[in-house]
């Protein structure tokens, strides 16, 4: 097999896991990662731009002959840089893995999903969607419905776009802060109001090349910043899979009624779509319930998830991008795989940079997988909120979080927390 020079696009902790795996495909010549952190540059290079900086993602492709690209994040894809690539002469051979901004109109707009959702009968929240100009019919659909009220910003708002509100005063007042006022910006030029569904949530991720599909491990994530699932939500904080409470019937309601249909659909709407489908549920008694979309794969999700695949990640890619997915068979490792997140003291709201981060030499038997640091003078600084994940595996989830947590105790920087009550609910 002929070897290929490969680009990811992001920085976090998934980027990181994406150049680990990749680092051992039989596919890869030079990995190159923009703009990457302090771990990724020890498997890959990192080059200094932006995800949304276009051009310069055309010049890097040019000048270091890649040959396939991986979006980490959902910014660029929503803002049409597979598009980008496919107008462009020079780089419209080039695959991208992530979907053109036709399908990442899944994750940019709730409302584009909910109604994709309703089409292709997949089964998610009651919901109706209200602009400034229907205020007065937004408030008499909160009249009819029960406390809590969940209302969504339509667009991206940075994970922030979602209350949860209980009181119904206090639900109309914001409907009008983010219709009226602007809440979220443009984000939330449009309300998706919707009916509240209790239970336990999980993430289904899925690779698709538009017309085949794999289904990749689930995982469940933890996405609150206090122990005992409290306080404000961030990117996550730490995450497990397999999860422990799916069972067979299950997995097959969520096969039949969810993943299914929602390939199908992207093929009966024609929307072309060529990669990961992370798909956001939440097990209403036994019955499962989409979230939402999201058009990437989840951040810490993915440092369980890819380590568990056992197919090289390069081929398996490649296949997606040249429309060969049926004739692959996914290996999944059975294993239970942890991560617990490392934090920056503040986060999700301010927190200080510039710290420097000790012990990770002494960390044994566990990945650490970078997201806000950076690497100067062989010294290692955080520069993010969500600083590092640590993923270790075990014979049960219980074994892999007993390693992970007796690891992350060797790192230290002034200010770092993590939850210590990963797999609680369990
Ligand atoms: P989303 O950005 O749509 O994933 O929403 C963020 C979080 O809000 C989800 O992870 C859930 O915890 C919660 N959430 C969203 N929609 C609902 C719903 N209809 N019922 C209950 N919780 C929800
Ligand atoms: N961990 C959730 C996400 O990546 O959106």
New binding site residues.
Partial sequence: MEKINILILGSGGREHTFCWKLAQSQLTNQLFIAPGNGGTKDLATNINIGVNDFESIKKTVLENQIKLVIVGPEDPLVNGLHDFFLSDQALRAIPVIGPQKLGATLEGSKEFAKAFMIRHDIPT?QYGSFTAENIDKGYAFLDQMKSPY?L?ADGLAAGKG?L?IDDLKEAKTELANMLLNKKFGVASSKVVI????KGI?LSCFVLTDGKSYLTLPMAKDY?RIGEGDKGPNTGGMGAISPVPFMDDKFNQKIHDRIVRPTIEGLHKDNIPYVGFVFI?L?KVGEEPYV??YNVRMGDPETQVVLPRVKNDLGELLLATAEGRLSQIEIEIDDRSYTTIVAVSGGYPEGYQKGKEITGLEKVKGCNVFHAGTTVREKKTFTIGGRVLAVTSYGEGHKSALKQSYEQIQKINFDGMYFRGDIGFDL
């Fill in positions: 929240a969940v969504k979602v949860i919707e009916e509240f569904l949530e996405k956001g939440i979230i939402e």
